[in-house]
């Protein structure tokens, strides 16, 4: 059975690392490269990145197994991974897109995402097939791809947004962006200017090293303090491939994902939808708002291709998650920060809901906690510890899974109290991490696994 190399959200590790050195991404290019020529009846792909420093040599490795394999490249440089999809709509004859990005992540990791103009997300078939070729010998029999820079991508992203909000209907409105120096750094300002707002952008100089560092949708307390300074109307705080979005009050007040989805089921396109799709990691106040305005929630696993397919399966148009990565799926299969963020604040404008008035929270304390091995948390004496304290908390939710992405184990605890989910958020932690640090089982899950056990009341 081939070991897929795939994550959650496409191919993740530390850039200089195992799969990300120069010769390993050549013979990723040539499994790429031998999928495509197998699978479409073109050979060209759009290639985009966001502002790693890792990102030029990435994708230059990545070039030589492509154009050995006889695939004609266009080069969109830096812009957001959604970006992706309105370009190859525009295109003849691209339907992939190679996106070299990691995301939320520091700058020292990296990772590759394949995007399908329609599905979005490539399909777990798919990926282990690349997975297959990557492992085999690589074929090098094709002959000769071309390099072509795509200049217009940038313009042709910003038009196909603009398209949907045309005119200065934010005019008189003052707007902070928090860029997260990552890749809306060079678009986000230009678009919310010709929308006619007055733009205050932040954390817009891409270093190479900076991405995501104490900014943007992970750090939202920054763009929150200079809310109440600069007296604007409404803030968003954007993550380092521009796929998430966090919302920020006049007041400073945080809204997140969950929030966001609250707000746009009042939006005139989906209103009348009568579920929405979220997450095991949605607060349960947003179930029981939902259920007050007779809609319900539908909870998938964590991850943009779970709440892809549940959309997709159940003709259904919104769906998000509590990082910020919504997904109108009316419009995308998978989350665009910037088309998010002009959504919400056309529903803000529509009903005048300035504070960004959402529901009523339960109490939450999320933790990451750092891991070196990944124990399987279904086995002992893992299940009976996580077990325990789900049995104690007679109203409310547990939930303990591993990051799609990092090698973090994310322990979220809901209760009818903030003292009392911290309280039992504090224990439970503890004694995972004395499990952990005394290796009392040698079950190990690979980082890249699909597999990702989660327990939940």
Sequence with gaps: MTTTLFGTDGIRGTAGEGIFTPPQLMRLGHAIGRWLHEKYPTTRV???????????????????GLLESSIHILDGFVLPTPAALFIMRELDHTDIALVISASHNPYHDNGIKILEKTAGTISVEDELIISQYFYQTPCRERGWGT??????????????????????????????????HGATSHIAHTLFTQCGADVIS??????????????????????????????????FAFDGDGDRVIAITKQGIIKNGDDILSILS???????????????????????HLHAHNKTLLRTPVGSRHMNAALTEKKLLLGGEPIGHVILHDHLP?????????????????????????FHAYPQVLTNIPVKHRFDLAQEPFASLIHRYITQLSTGRILVRYSGTENILRVMVE????????????????????????HVTQIYLPRNSDQVPYHEM
Excluded: C
Excluded at 46 to 64: E, F, Q
């Design 147 to 180: 390099d072509t820079p795509y200049i217009q991508s940038a313009d042709v992203y910003l038009n196909a947004l603009l398209k949907k909000f045309p005119g200065p209907w934010m005019r008189g409105i003052r707007v902070i962006l928090d860029n997260a």
């Design 266 to 288: 009042l939006h005139p396109r989906y209103h009348t939808t009568p579920t929405i799709v979220g997450t095991v990691m949605t607060n349960e106040g947003l179930v029981t």
């Design 46 to 64: 759009l290639m985009l990145h966001d502002t790693r420093i890792s990102a030029s040599i990435i994708k230059s490795a990545l070039k030589i």
């Design 334 to 358: 998978l989350g665009d920060a910037l088309l998010n963020a002009l959504t919400l604040l056309e529903t803000v404008i529509a009903t005048n809901n300035w504070e960004l008035e959402s």
């Design 415 to 438: 209760a009818p109290t903030q003292d009392l989910a911290q309280l039992v958020s504090t224990e439970l932690i503890h004694e995972l991490i004395q499990l952990f640090t005394s």
């Design 202 to 235: 932040m954390h817009d100089q891409p270093t190479g090293y900076n991405i995501n560092a104490q900014a943007g949708s992970t750090h939202p307390e920054l763009i929150a303090q200079l809310m109440r300074t600069a007296h604007a109307d409404i803030g």
